[in-house]
């Protein structure tokens, strides 16, 4: 039989997803169709459903190119689609990144590029500078996958060392105008981070990027150490003319997708309590405090009166110690199901996306019932949350979230059930 609550946690999921619907996000955002050409442009892991949305909302001829994590792709028919590697970049991915700039080269004035941007495109475009390789960008994104850093370092640095990010693409496509559509997967919904903003200027500097990889003390590879200590290949800066007339529009992003969750929840009876969207630091400690919130409610009926779903989103980063498999969503349960042991609740942590890490699930559930599962298993919690291997606990107990690709991306959804 269905557990009821962990039923009632998967339909907020699909409600938070289907807020960020590519068909529903676009129909509002359309631009005006120009003199000339349209071409379409895009990156992240719901690219392609992007492209295959504004295929049946545009009335008018296009073609383009978007490029999507392999296993993501969509039948389009105008606009090529291409897949890459994720998180990791691969030489698919360096060949899409070289048919994007194909794509908008030799331009005029008359003509519209569409940027789709989401989520993911930062390792799903890699363009190495002149004198680096794939190798380099590789071992960069290596070091700082595993470095613990929250995303807006992390896309500041990439977008040092790259011919395509920090708007150097939308620079490509001058004198066209550019009009960029964004789903946001980012605290903050800043346009200029998703994807490492290949279409969109930031006005972090290079000085600032260096601060930042010794602030967090990244262990930049040496090779990659010696060009970021160049100034070489400057992005270009957003108040430069390049960018005249370009548009930049948010179209989803979590806070709306976490307010469709709350909205189905007291539909249902149940009062919801967005903490917040913007949640960053390392996964088990996010868990940790969600986990010290479910058991103030559970015991005394605040800040919250039951019953309550808790919900929040953001992007939580995950310092590798461990050889383990699982990603931030999943080592964020660990952490929450570690610290509310005994506790009656039920909790869902999922990437929007439908992939978390490296496996095949979004996520996965847990409750207060959790560590004692584990440990009449014969595993140790705080064993598995040591070693990263969050994804193992989870599989061990047959609960892990598996949705598949869902065509979007608009971050982390965590939700937290007290009845």
Do not use: Y
Request: with cysteine; net charge neutral; proline share 6%.
């Amino acid at each position: 039989m269905q557990d009821p609550d962990r039923n009632f946690l998967a339909r907020l999921f699909r409600a938070a997803v289907t807020a960020a619907d590519p068909e529903a996000a676009l129909r509002a955002h359309l631009p005006a169709r120009p003199k000339g050409r349209t071409v379409v442009i895009g990156a992240g892991k719901g690219a392609a459903q992007l492209a295959a949305a504004f295929e049946r909302l545009w009335d008018g001829p296009l073609s383009g190119v978007v490029v999507t994590r392999h296993g993501f792709g969509a039948a389009c028919r105008l606009i090529r689609v291409m897949e890459a590697a994720h998180p990791v970049p691969d030489a698919a991915g360096l060949a899409a990144a070289e048919a994007l700039f194909a794509a908008v080269a030799g331009l005029t004035a008359d003509d519209l590029v569409v940027a789709l941007v989401c989520g993911g495109g930062s390792a799903l475009l890699p363009a190495p500078p002149g004198g680096m390789t794939l190798t380099d960008e590789q071992a960069l994104n290596r070091a700082l996958l595993s470095s613990g850093a929250p995303i807006s370092v992390m896309n500041a640095v990439r977008k040092q060392m790259s011919r395509i990010k920090g708007g150097r693409l939308a620079a490509a496509c001058h004198p066209a105008r550019v009009v960029s559509l964004i789903v946001s997967d980012v605290p903050g919904d800043d346009p200029a981070q998703v994807a490492s903003g290949p279409t969109v200027p930031d006005a972090v500097t290079r000085d600032q990027a260096r601060a930042m990889i010794a602030a967090w003390r990244i262990d930049l590879p040496p090779r990659v150490a010696a060009w970021m200590a160049q100034d070489d290949g400057l992005a270009p800066r957003p108040d430069d003319p390049l960018f005249s007339g370009h548009e930049v529009r948010v179209i989803a992003s979590a806070r709306l997708s976490l307010e469709a969750a709350a909205a189905l929840a007291q539909a249902q009876g149940v009062a919801a309590a967005i903490l917040s969207d913007v949640i960053e630091g390392e996964a088990r400690d996010v868990g940790r405090v969600h986990a010290a919130i479910a058991r103030e409610v559970a015991l005394r009926d605040r800040p919250f009166a039951r019953p309550v779903v808790l919900l929040s989103g953001g992007e939580t980063t995950v310092t590798l110690r461990g050889k383990g498999r699982g990603g931030r969503n999943s080592e964020f349960l660990l952490a929450l199901a570690a610290a509310a042991d005994g506790v009656p609740f039920a909790g869902l942590a999922a990437d929007t996306d439908g992939i978390d890490g490296s496996e095949d699930n979004a996520g996965a559930f847990a409750d207060g019932t959790t560590a004692a599962r584990l440990r009449a298993a014969g595993l140790d919690p705080a064993a598995l949350l040591a070693a990263n291997d969050a994804w193992g606990a989870f599989d061990r107990l047959g609960d892990l979230f598996v949705t598949g690709p869902t065509g979007t991306n608009v971050n982390d959804f965590r939700a937290i059930l007290l009845r």
